[in-house]
């Protein structure tokens, strides 16, 4: 019988107390083989000195978290952030990893045109295709919850996260799901099949009714309303075997000792998830 946690990947914003070094410690002390970096901690710590670490630990990068952000008011910020998502794709060829999440971004400041802004999450995900391809690294669009595309994300559901991938039809883009981001959407069973081909991670969490923010309303796998073996088993029959990522934004597991909240990731992945 083949590891239940063998796909398990720690995602370092579920523990905020660690820095990008401490995560991947962590993870080698706790057994598990897969850890996903944010660019921030990383750069903190030293790009060469995580590389460094995640060669003798044995610990492998499931994503770099984050590029996007593409929509901008002017031609020359625009440029500019296209610009840092290639410094980011840079980083994850330093790490090891072949797939950078990319966050799209919300509408430019003062504006009210959302096709506008979808459209130039598009055409940045397009500029960035060639420099991605030879740096062997996939760019994952990942859809956001409605509640966040004013700031944060203007792809909004997993059909048009879909729609650019394919639309593209680049090896280099594909898409990242994201339990909580998704799990509402009458549609996502027929996406998650429409994004066999492209699907590049998958992230799971549950849902925290009441939330006190809006940012910080995940739970615990098990402990809110998600389907989420139903949602993992229709991804892995659409074709997608690889990691699953563990991505908690909640400031009461963040105040909780991070070993004792590792110990519960590995229990509730294989109660609820596996």
């Not at 391809?133 to 859809?143: T, Y």
């Not at 969490?205 to 389907?227: K, Q, T, Y």
């Amino acid at each position: 019988m083949a590891d239940p946690l063998r796909r398990l990947s720690f995602n370092q914003a579920t523990i905020n107390k660690w820095d990008a070094l401490e995560a991947i410690e962590a993870c080698a002390r706790h057994g598990v083989g897969w850890v996903s970096l944010w660019r921030e901690p990383v750069a903190k710590d030293g790009l060469a000195a995580c590389a460094k670490a995640l060669k003798e630990t044995g610990v492998r990068v499931s994503s770099l978290c984050r590029g996007g952000f593409f929509p901008a008011a002017t031609s020359h910020e625009r440029a500019e952030r296209l610009d840092e998502n290639r410094r980011a794709i840079d980083e994850c060829a330093e790490l090891g990893t072949d797939v950078l999440v990319l966050v799209c971004g919300g509408l430019p400041e003062g504006s009210r045109d959302l096709d506008g802004a979808r459209e130039m999450v598009r055409d940045g995900v397009a500029a960035l295709v060639p420099y991605a391809g030879e740096r062997g690294v996939k760019l994952g669009v990942e859809p956001l919850h409605p509640m966040f595309a004013a700031d944060r994300n203007v792809i909004s559901t997993l059909a048009l996260a879909n729609d650019i991938a394919l639309g593209l039809a680049s090896p280099q883009v594909g898409v990242v799901i994201d339990v909580f981001h998704v799990w509402w959407d009458p549609a996502v069973y027929r996406e998650i099949r429409r994004a066999a081909d492209v699907t590049l991670g998958f992230h799971v969490n549950d849902w925290l009714v009441d939330p006190p923010s809006v940012l910080h309303s995940r739970a615990m796998m098990g402990d809110g309303p998600i389907e989420l073996r139903r949602l993992r088993r229709a991804v892995d029959m659409a074709g997608y075997d690889g990691p699953i990522e563990v991505e908690i934004f909640n400031r009461d597991v963040w105040a909780m000792d991070p070993d004792a909240v590792m110990t519960t990731i590995k229990e509730r992945f294989v109660s609820e998830v596996m």
